[in-house]
């Protein structure tokens, strides 16, 4: 079922060579990329789409992230091999193989049920085991707090509160915020009730879910 081709290997190559071309300089990040088969987490229909910079259909009606930006926020987060990452929204899994091919140790979020399942299939074809569970993102995990880094990959409404209190002081969270269209921030934790923010360009992202239900 999970077969990476030498033809895989030879796009995801090219693929690697385009993202420095668009200012991904993290030699760490790149390595990672390129050793995460983003064909993995798509459906077999999406195979020579999967090494193109574009977000792409999964369950649920959710997406894929462009690889640009899958590329991006891990550069802007800046893991350290056996940091504890608190990732909120598992999607397809491959955000999460790319910090785990970080040598994070990664705690990850979903709500979708399918997505959690399928993902999981995924890490294990790969032999990672991310610390995966299946339940709301706005709440966090905060039994398994603090973490050093927090990475939400989808588009909040404004700064959860609830997980910049689950990040250590000196820990860093990235996250796309806004309505419509959303400003990428990386936001550091000084101290328990300071934060020093910036923003790093406006981002498209599907949203976290309001309602609280689970599918």
Avoid: W
Avoid at 135 to 161: E, N, Q, R, V
């Amino acid at each position: 079922m999970f077969v990476d081709s030498y033809k895989h290997k030879g796009m995801r190559r090219r693929m690697v060579e385009y993202l420095k071309g668009k200012g991904i300089s993290d030699q760490r990040v790149l390595e990672a990329i390129n050793r995460v088969p983003r064909h993995f987490f798509l459906d077999s229909s999406l195979d020579t789409l999967a090494y193109e910079d574009r977000a792409l259909e999964i369950l649920c009606k959710q997406t894929i992230s462009q690889p640009s930006t899958v590329a991006f926020q891990t550069q802007l987060l800046n893991v350290a091999p056996f940091e504890k990452v608190l990732e909120i929204g598992t999607g397809s899994g491959y955000q999460t193989s790319v910090l785990c091919q970080l040598q994070a140790r990664v705690y990850t979020i979903e709500r979708f049920k399918p997505l959690h399942n399928s993902a999981q299939m995924v890490f294990e074809a790969l032999k990672i085991r991310p610390n995966c569970f299946f339940g709301d993102g706005y709440l966090g995990l905060p039994t398994f707090a603090p973490f050093d880094k927090i990475l939400i990959t989808c588009a909040a409404p404004s700064i959860p509160k609830s997980l910049i209190e689950q990040l250590r002081i000196g820990g860093i969270m990235v996250a796309p915020v806004g309505e419509d269209t959303q400003t990428m921030y990386r936001i550091k934790k000084l101290t328990e009730t300071e934060i020093d923010i910036q923003s790093f360009g406006e981002f498209k992202f599907v949203p976290m879910l309001k309602e609280r239900k689970f599918y």
